[in-house]
Protein backbone atom coordinates (compact mmCIF):
# COMPACT_ATOMS: atom_id res chain seq x y z
CA UNK A 1 0.00 0.00 0.00
CA UNK A 2 1.12 3.37 -0.61
CA UNK A 3 -0.21 7.11 -0.13
CA UNK A 4 0.86 9.87 -1.68
CA UNK A 5 0.06 13.15 0.12
CA UNK A 6 0.03 16.48 -1.64
CA UNK A 7 -0.93 19.97 -1.05
CA UNK A 8 1.05 21.54 1.86
CA UNK A 9 2.43 25.03 1.34
CA UNK A 10 3.17 28.35 3.60
CA UNK A 11 0.26 30.86 4.17
CA UNK A 12 -0.71 33.35 6.70
CA UNK A 13 -3.66 33.13 9.49
CA UNK A 14 -6.88 32.89 8.23
CA UNK A 15 -5.88 31.33 4.74
CA UNK A 16 -7.11 28.06 3.35
CA UNK A 17 -5.19 24.64 2.20
CA UNK A 18 -6.35 21.57 0.81
CA UNK A 19 -4.24 18.45 1.49
CA UNK A 20 -4.58 15.41 -0.65
CA UNK A 21 -4.12 11.73 -0.40
CA UNK A 22 -3.81 9.06 -3.20
CA UNK A 23 -4.33 5.96 -1.76
CA UNK A 24 -2.59 2.64 -4.12
CA UNK A 25 -2.45 -0.98 -3.70
CA UNK A 26 -5.62 -0.96 -1.50
CA UNK A 27 -9.39 -0.68 -2.68
CA UNK A 28 -10.99 2.97 -0.62
CA UNK A 29 -14.10 1.06 -0.09
CA UNK A 30 -13.51 -0.60 3.33
CA UNK A 31 -10.66 1.75 4.68
CA UNK A 32 -10.44 4.39 7.41
CA UNK A 33 -8.11 7.13 6.02
CA UNK A 34 -7.13 10.16 8.13
CA UNK A 35 -4.53 12.61 9.03
CA UNK A 36 -2.11 12.86 11.66
CA UNK A 37 -0.03 15.88 12.59
CA UNK A 38 3.70 16.44 14.09
CA UNK A 39 4.61 20.12 15.35
CA UNK A 40 8.06 20.66 15.88
CA UNK A 41 9.01 19.46 19.57
CA UNK A 42 5.28 17.80 19.79
CA UNK A 43 3.90 14.33 20.00
CA UNK A 44 1.66 13.03 17.25
CA UNK A 45 -1.98 15.00 17.26
CA UNK A 46 -4.69 12.96 15.39
CA UNK A 47 -6.24 15.53 12.99
CA UNK A 48 -9.20 13.99 11.85
CA UNK A 49 -10.50 10.35 9.41
CA UNK A 50 -13.23 8.82 7.28
CA UNK A 51 -14.68 5.97 6.77
CA UNK A 52 -14.44 5.28 3.33
CA UNK A 53 -17.60 3.55 3.28
CA UNK A 54 -20.12 4.59 5.48
CA UNK A 55 -18.73 8.65 5.25
CA UNK A 56 -18.60 8.64 8.68
CA UNK A 57 -15.96 11.37 10.00
CA UNK A 58 -14.20 12.22 13.14
CA UNK A 59 -12.07 15.31 14.14
CA UNK A 60 -9.44 16.14 16.65
CA UNK A 61 -10.69 19.11 18.93
CA UNK A 62 -8.46 21.67 18.05
CA UNK A 63 -9.66 21.44 13.97
CA UNK A 64 -13.26 20.86 14.73
CA UNK A 65 -14.98 23.22 12.92
CA UNK A 66 -12.61 24.44 11.01
CA UNK A 67 -11.48 21.37 8.81
CA UNK A 68 -13.45 18.54 7.02
CA UNK A 69 -12.33 15.22 5.91
CA UNK A 70 -13.80 13.91 2.85
CA UNK A 71 -13.51 10.96 0.06
CA UNK A 72 -13.42 10.46 -3.58
CA UNK A 73 -14.05 6.98 -3.90
CA UNK A 74 -13.36 6.42 -7.35
CA UNK A 75 -10.14 8.54 -7.41
CA UNK A 76 -8.56 6.43 -4.39
CA UNK A 77 -8.20 9.61 -2.70
CA UNK A 78 -9.35 11.55 0.57
CA UNK A 79 -8.81 15.35 1.14
CA UNK A 80 -8.31 17.67 4.20
CA UNK A 81 -10.14 21.32 3.88
CA UNK A 82 -8.03 23.33 6.15
CA UNK A 83 -9.77 26.86 6.73
CA UNK A 84 -9.39 29.52 8.82
CA UNK A 85 -5.77 28.35 9.42
CA UNK A 86 -3.86 29.26 12.46
CA UNK A 87 -0.12 29.68 13.57
CA UNK A 88 -0.64 26.55 15.64
CA UNK A 89 -1.64 24.40 12.64
CA UNK A 90 2.16 24.48 11.80
CA UNK A 91 3.04 20.87 11.52
CA UNK A 92 3.79 17.84 9.43
CA UNK A 93 1.11 16.26 8.48
CA UNK A 94 0.74 12.84 7.44
CA UNK A 95 -1.63 10.65 5.82
CA UNK A 96 -2.64 7.23 6.99
CA UNK A 97 -4.63 4.00 5.91
CA UNK A 98 -5.93 1.40 7.13
CA UNK A 99 -8.88 -1.26 6.81
CA UNK A 100 -8.74 -2.72 10.64
CA UNK A 101 -9.37 0.62 12.58
CA UNK A 102 -12.00 0.25 14.93
CA UNK A 103 -13.99 3.32 16.70
CA UNK A 104 -12.40 3.51 20.00
CA UNK A 105 -8.77 3.05 18.06
CA UNK A 106 -9.78 6.09 15.46
CA UNK A 107 -7.41 8.13 16.84
CA UNK A 108 -4.83 6.37 17.89
CA UNK A 109 -2.14 6.50 15.81
CA UNK A 110 -0.63 3.08 16.09
CA UNK A 111 -4.04 1.99 15.38
CA UNK A 112 -2.65 2.41 11.65
CA UNK A 113 -0.34 0.52 9.42
CA UNK A 114 0.17 2.69 6.51
CA UNK A 115 1.89 5.96 6.12
CA UNK A 116 2.36 8.11 3.67
CA UNK A 117 4.92 10.99 3.76
CA UNK A 118 4.41 14.01 5.49
CA UNK A 119 3.66 17.10 4.10
CA UNK A 120 4.74 20.62 5.49
CA UNK A 121 2.12 23.24 6.60
CA UNK A 122 3.36 26.51 7.78
CA UNK A 123 1.06 29.45 8.80
CA UNK A 124 2.40 32.35 9.68
CA UNK A 125 0.89 35.26 12.13
Known amino acids: VQLQASGGGMVQAGASLRLSCAASGLSLMRLTMGWFRRAPGKEREFVAA????????YYGDSVKGRFAISRENAKNTAALQMNNLQPEDTAAYYCVASDRVILSAIRDPQAYGNWGQGTLVTVSS
Open 50 to 57: IRTNSGHT
